[in-house]
């Protein structure tokens, strides 16, 4: 049995710039940090002639096909076909937190079933590759309008800065903060589950379609990336990024209506009253998590200010993608 797990993703800043639609013709780059919450995947050899079919899937549903192109669920079947497979495959698939929220969930799972097929198969990837390829699939097979972030930190895991020029041509910059740093900034960070579920792909066509009104917008969030970078490394004052956060998510909530709510703006002036210096929407917008900047002293008042709503612990700079049993 193969096991693989893959990181989700918490984005600070520059999240929209890693669309080609835009970084194409600009320059686009992304300040974020893979998190220690995995979506999981097993694989297992299925011995077909002792059954009526040939592959089991298991997700929130269960399954069983004769035939690959008969797979309901897009990316388990665009996946296998991608890797080769067309029989004798047992897969199934778990993880620490609900999808469409924000994490970059669609492309982990991408990305980790292609890490594991891969494994199954008695071959390695290069963590690159397997990010190149899950965007292909993604966006050129699926035919889903995503970016190109988040397949980088399923795949390379780690709190890095990455700059994006074209589909296969992406560079990533490990952040090298020291020890000390790196506790400060996750001891300033929390994390709450708004409650609100919805498809990251459906809010991002819209901006998509209207991409050529946002450049404005976005070359600004671009150079939010480049401070926001001096902010972490620079050994200034950290609550600077907090700042940033928040001139971002000003920035980004111009994107599109979507990507706030009466309900999320509640949140964050809420949490802002209470002693954020900033935070955002993670992923698309409309709900999923929030993410706040709060100096350590101030994060009993706004943990009291957002009573209603999840917390959820984790710690940045997970590992990328990896095959934990073979």
Same mark, same amino acid.
């Not at 799972?109 to 980790?112: E, I, L, T």
């Not at 950290?238 to 700042?243: A, E, I, K, W």
């Given at each position: 049995m193969i096991l693989c797990k893959t990181p989700l993703r918490a984005s600070f800043l520059g999240g929209g710039t890693d669309f080609p639609e835009f970084f194409l013709k600009h320059s686009g780059a992304v300040l974020g940090s893979a998190i220690d919450k995995y979506v999981y995947h097993s694989v297992m050899p299925f011995h077909s002639k002792l059954f009526d079919y040939s592959v089991r899937i298991a997700y929130r549903q269960v399954e069983c096909v004769k035939s690959v192109d008969e797979i309901q669920h897009a990316p388990f079947r665009e996946v296998l076909k991608a890797a080769g497979i067309q029989k004798d495959v047992e897969i199934s698939l778990t993880s620490d937190l609900p999808s469409f929220s924000g994490l970059g969930s669609s492309s982990t799972?991408?990305?980790?079933m292609l890490n594991a097929l891969m494994a199954f198969q008695g071959f390695a990837m290069p963590r690159l590759e397997l990010a190149y390829k899950a965007i292909e699939i993604e966006r050129h097979r699926l035919k889903d309008a995503v970016g190109c972030q988040d397949q980088l930190f399923a795949a390379v895991g780690g709190l890095n800065l990455v700059e994006f020029f074209a589909e296969d041509n992406i560079v990533v910059h490990r952040l090298p903060l020291s020890r000390e740093r790196l $506790?400060?900034?996750? $001891?300033?960070?929390?994390l709450f589950y708004t409650g609100i579920h919805r498809r990251a792909s459906q809010i991002e066509a819209k901006k998509i379609d $209207?991409?050529?009104n946002l450049t404005d917008y976005l070359l600004e969030m671009r150079r939010l990336v480049d401070e926001g970078h001096k902010a972490l490394v620079g050994g200034g004052e950290?609550?600077?990024?907090?700042?940033l956060l928040d001139r971002s998510w000003q920035l980004?909530? $111009?994107?599109h209506g979507?990507?706030?709510t009466d309900t999320i703006d509640a949140m964050y002036?809420?949490?802002r009253e209470a002693g954020a210096l900033g935070g955002k929407i993670l992923g698309a917008g409309g709900g999923g998590f929030m993410l706040l900047f709060v100096p350590p002293e101030r994060q009993a008042k706004v943990r009291s200010a957002l009573a209603g709503y999840y917390e959820i612990e984790f710690k940045l700079n997970a590992p990328g993608t990896q095959i934990v049993h073979a």
């Open positions: 799972f991408v990305v980790g $506790n400060e900034l996750q $001891n300033s960070l929390l $209207n991409i050529h950290l609550s600077q990024l907090g700042r980004k909530r $111009n994107l979507d990507v706030s002036h809420h949490a």
